[in-house]
T-cell receptor
C-alpha cells in the first residue's frame, strides 16, 4: 500500500543526546515536510524539502537538522541544542503537481520524550 | 510564521447534532484544506478547496471556500461518536514565497457525547 511511514512510534532519549526520526514515503511525492505538535497546539513547520538534495528551514528550525539524499526519505535529527525536544513529530509529503500541490499527506507520527 | 484564526477552539455536542467551525485569515488564500486528527495519529485530509465560493462535500462533511478568499468553514451533519478528534484548517497564502508550504490553524477539538 502507498503511504508514509514513521518509525518508531515512541522514542525515549536522555537529555544531551542527538536522535534521528525516520520518515519514508512510497507515494512518489516530490516534497516532504517535518512538523512539530505540542499538546493543545497546532502544527509548526520545522523543515521542508521540495527536491532531493535541497531543503529549507521552516518556522522553528533551530536545534534540528535534516537531509534529503533520496526522494523517498527525509530523516529529522533532533540535536542536543533543541531546548524543548519532547513533542509529537509529524512527517508529511505532497506531490507538487499543478492541481494537488498543497494536499499534504501525513505519517502516523513519532512521539519523542526526552528526560 | 502566520497562523490562521480557527474557531471555536473546542466543542462539546450530543450525537446527532450538526457542527460548524471556521477559519479566517487577514490575507488572501488561494487554497483551503481541512484535516482531522485522531488522538496519537497523524492528520488525515478530509476536503481540499481551490476556488473562491467552492462548496465541496465528503459524506456528512461540507466545506466552503469563502468568497473573500480570507475564510473557510467546515460543517459536519448528524455527528456520530467517531467524529471525535481535532479538526485543522490549512491554507496556502496567495503570493506566498514557499511553493507547497501550508499555514495551519490551531485546531478545533470536537467531543461527541452518545
Amino acid at each position: 500500500d502507498g503511504g508514509i511511514t514513521q518509525s518508531p512510534k515512541y522514542l525515549f532519549r536522555k537529555e544531551g543526546q542527538n536522535v534521528t526520526l525516520s520518515c519514508e514515503q512510497n507515494l512518489n511525492h516530490d516534497a516532504m515536510y517535518w512538523y512539530r505538535q505540542d499538546p493543545g497546539q497546532g502544527l509548526r513547520l520545522i523543515y521542508y524539502s521540495q527536491i532531493v538534495n535541497d531543503f529549507q528551514k521552516g518556522d522553528i528550525a533551530e536545534g534540528y537538522s535534516v537531509s534529503r539524499e533520496k526522494k523517498e526519505s527525509f530523516p529529522l535529527t533532533v540535536t542536543s541544542a533543541q531546548k524543548n525536544p519532547t513533542a509529537f513529530y509529524l512527517c508529511a509529503s505532497s506531490a507538487l503537481t499543478s492541481t494537488r500541490t498543497y494536499e499534504q499527506y501525513f505519517g502516523p507520527g513519532t512521539r519523542l520524550t526526552v528526560t | 510564521g502566520q497562523q490562521l484564526n480557527q474557531s471555536p477552539q473546542s466543542m462539546f455536542i450530543q450525537e446527532g447534532e450538526d457542527v460548524s467551525m471556521n477559519c479566517t485569515s487577514s490575507s488572501i488564500f488561494n487554497t483551503w484544506l481541512w484535516y482531522k486528527q485522531d488522538p496519537g495519529e497523524g492528520p488525515v485530509l478530509l476536503i481540499a478547496l481551490y476556488k473562491a465560493g467552492e462548496l465541496t462535500s465528503n459524506g456528512r462533511l461540507t466545506a466552503q471556500f469563502g468568497i473573500t478568499r480570507k475564510d473557510s468553514f467546515l460543517n459536519i451533519s448528524a455527528s456520530i461518536p467517531s467524529d471525535v478528534g481535532i479538526y485543522f484548517c490549512a491554507g496556502q497564502e496567495l503570493g506566498g514565497t514557499s511553493y507547497g508550504k501550508l499555514t495551519f490553524g490551531q485546531g478545533t477539538i470536537l467531543t461527541v457525547h452518545p
